[in-house]
């Protein structure tokens, strides 16, 4: 099973029935989440946040100001760090399947080689918004209005 270790400045925890179903995080925050596969990370930073739990498992996780995470697939070897004014992360069966960020949105992902071996390059992106989508083979990027992009291919010797 998959694990989750977030900090704040101060927490206010809602219970119903003796289960915790929303965390408040006020102030600086930070974590790391690790899926149940154990082969997915993400590190978490930003301000006043808030966690949704339903039957002991995070469902959503809203970042308030200030929103930063790194997602790492070691399984495939891709690592993505995206950051805006404010995020929500969205779970399921204990890994994250849509992010939202908005507001100075930046992306900067490594893309896996075909061979394996060495990357292809960086992708780096920034928009007003962006969307991504988490897939078991593959992460989906939508971003928008207002896109820049680039990529920068590995230089091979």
Same mark, same amino acid.
């Given at each position: +099973?998959?694990?989750?270790?977030v900090?704040?400045d101060?927490?206010r925890i809602k219970?119903d029935?003796g +289960?915790?179903?929303?965390i408040d ?5 930070d #974590? ?8 997915r ?7 006043? #946040?808030?966690?949704?739990?339903t039957?002991?498992r995070? !469902?959503?996780?809203?970042?308030g ?7 790492r697939?070691?399984?495939r070897g891709e690592?993505?760090r995206?950051?805006g ?5 969205y779970f399921a069966s &204990?890994?994250?399947r849509r992010?939202? /960020?908005? #507001?100075?949105? !930046? ?6 080689g075909q061979?394996g +071996? !060495?990357?292809? #390059?960086?992708?780096r ?6 969307e ?9 990027v939508h /971003?928008g209005?207002?896109v820049? &992009?680039?990529? !920068? ?5």
């Amino acid at each position: +099973e998959g694990s989750a270790r977030v900090r704040a400045d101060s927490m206010r925890i809602k219970l119903d029935r003796g +289960e915790i179903t929303r965390i408040d995080l006020l102030g600086a925050l930070d #974590g790391r989440m690790v899926s149940d596969r154990k082969d997915r990370d993400l590190w978490i930073a930003g301000r006043d #946040g808030v966690v949704y739990v339903t039957s002991g498992r995070i !469902q959503r996780f809203e970042i308030g100001a200030d929103a930063e995470v790194t997602y790492r697939d070691g399984r495939r070897g891709e690592v993505a760090r995206f950051s805006g004014r404010k995020m929500v992360l969205y779970f399921a069966s &204990g890994d994250l399947r849509r992010a939202r /960020v908005f #507001g100075d949105v !930046q992306l900067v992902s490594r893309l896996p080689g075909q061979d394996g +071996e !060495q990357d292809a #390059g960086v992708n780096r992106v920034s928009g007003d918004e962006l969307e991504m989508l988490f897939h078991e083979d593959r992460m989906e990027v939508h /971003v928008g209005p207002q896109v820049k &992009g680039s990529f !920068q291919p590995v230089e091979r010797e």
